[in-house]
């Protein structure tokens, strides 16, 4: 079993509609990251979060540490949202390397 | 464009051959990390810099791979004797933050490398 795991793994959306994503881990946790990846490979950091929820445009993303547990969420969503998130989580004990989840590929149709 | 850049952006090879990525991290991050993707997954850590000390490696790292950042700002992979599975996508990060745990990880576009 992953020590990270998301869902959904692929996500089909109308332009407009309100769009989660979640990540559960099975580790212990000093922070948990959601990056965006686009076709090409970059990868753009868009959260780091230890605790709470952080707003950044019509992105969401919420942790709960007890229940080990985030969800990204994307409001208004628009076909440019159209990418793979990814979860990773940097481990108590593991220094700084991050482990990551699978992603979930988003398309947003208009 | 993060700051963090990545040479060559494509690499195909034939089998056996030894190939060799750069990655130029932001100028004034001492951490750097090194990790693979393949097609469909998430990335895997392979390695780490924190200025020239290589402080972890990946039980993926084989005795094929080796990494280098001699001077602390720059870093090299090398992959001997390459294999078809080594067939991925390179991606580098870099952080900065000397004695913080929390950093976030600027990635740069990645080599990706096709073994024939």
């Known amino acids: 079993k992953n020590e990270v795991e998301q869902s959904p793994q692929n996500l089909t959306a109308q332009e407009g509609e309100f769009i989660t994503i979640n990540c559960s881990y099975s580790?212990?946790?000093?922070?948990l990251h959601w990056l965006q990846q686009h076709p090409g490979g970059g990868i753009v950091s868009l959260f780091m979060l230890s605790s709470g929820k952080k707003k950044h445009g019509r992105l969401i993303a919420t942790i709960n540490i007890q229940e080990k547990h985030s969800s990204l969420h994307i409001t208004a969503s628009h076909p440019r949202d159209s990418a793979v998130y990814i979860c990773a989580v940097r481990r108590e004990t593991s220094g700084s390397r991050l482990t990551f989840g699978e992603g979930t590929q988003l398309t947003v149709n208009p | 464009d993060t700051g963090v850049s990545q040479n060559p952006r494509h690499k195909i090879t034939k089998r056996g051959q030894n190939v060799t990525f750069r990655c130029d991290p932001i100028s004034e991050h001492n951490r750097l990390y090194w990790y693979r993707q393949t097609l469909g997954q998430g990335p895997e850590f392979l390695t780490y810099f924190q200025n020239e000390a290589q402080l972890e490696k990946s039980r993926l790292l084989s005795d094929r791979f080796s990494a280098e950042r001699p001077k602390g700002s720059f870093s090299t992979l090398e992959i001997q004797r390459t294999e078809q599975g080594d067939s991925a996508m390179y991606l580098c990060a870099s952080s900065s933050r000397p004695g913080r745990r929390t950093d976030t990880q600027y990635f740069g576009p990645g080599t990706r490398l096709t073994v024939l």
């Open positions: 580790v212990g946790i000093s922070a």
